[in-house]
T-cell receptor
Framework: DTAVSQTPKYLVTQMGNDKSIKCEQN?????MYWYKQDSKKFLKIMFS???????INETVPNRFSPKSPDKAHLNLHINSLELGDSAVYFC?????????????FGPGTRLTVT | DAKTTQPPSMDCAEGRAANLPCNHS???????VYWYRQIHSQGPQYIIH???NNETNEMASLIITEDRKSSTLILPHATLRDTAVYYC????????????FGDGTTLTVKP
């Protein structure tokens, strides 16, 4: 079974559209993250949720809104998509109770905005 | 979080040990050293972490200098599947801290 899964794997859409990316982890972890990796392969955190509560919110446009319906899911909704949003988005999870040292990453969602 | 410096690329012969260096001269006493890798088009994969002592697991060994200003990740017997970008990250608390990866080292294992 996949530990951290994301859907869709590829997403091609036009500017101005609204889209969502879903993430699910079956590891029983209490913390989940969203990262963005741009064309230069630089990986940067966007959000982090612990027990469904937002604990990290980096300087991300408010067009990006994460939602965590439960500890196993962290979805990312993006409004009014722009060309600069094109990137690979990774979801990850970890367990704070054991130190949270090891983060498990999903396979990524490649978003292309045209 | 402390800044890290890694060489942009390294080569290693298959079957030989790969030694990947990382400088983190501004590391604080409560900051851990983490290593992750990213194989092409896949999500990053955790390798190992340490605070002061050297660490070893089934994937690799982590050697941290006594002053903690640098570290070396050792893959004892590199295989072609170890070809990836390796990231050295230094931060206080993984879960609740900011987690931004640097440029990393592209390791190419050659037959």
């Amino acid at each position: 079974d996949t530990a951290v899964s994301q859907t869709p794997k590829y997403l091609v859409t036009q500017m101005g559209n609204d889209k969502s990316i879903k993430c699910e982890q079956n590891l029983g972890h209490d913390t989940m993250y969203w990262y963005k990796q741009d064309s230069k392969k630089f990986l940067k955190i966007m959000f982090s949720y612990n027990n469904k509560e937002l604990i990290i919110n980096e300087t991300v446009p408010n067009r990006f809104s994460p939602k965590s319906p439960d500890k196993a899911h962290l979805n990312l909704h993006i409004n009014s998509l722009e060309l600069g949003d094109s990137a690979v988005y990774f979801c990850a999870s970890s367990q704070a109770g054991t130190g949270g040292h090891e983060q498990y990453f999903g396979p990524g969602t490649r978003l292309t905005v045209t | 979080d402390a800044k890290t410096t890694q060489p942009p690329s390294m080569d290693c012969a298959e079957g030989r040990a790969a030694n990947l260096p990382c400088n983190h001269s501004t590391i604080s006493g409560n900051e851990y050293v983490y290593w992750y890798r990213q194989i092409h088009s896949q999500g990053p994969q955790y390798i190992i972490h340490g605070l002061k002592n050297n660490e070893t697991n089934e994937m690799a060994s982590l050697i941290i200098t006594e002053d903690r200003k640098s570290s070396t990740l050792i893959l004892p017997h590199a295989t072609l599947r170890d070809t990836a970008v390796y990231y050295c990250i230094v931060r206080v608390v993984v879960t609740l801290g900011k987690s931004t990866f640097g440029d990393g080292t592209t390791l190419t294992v050659k037959p």
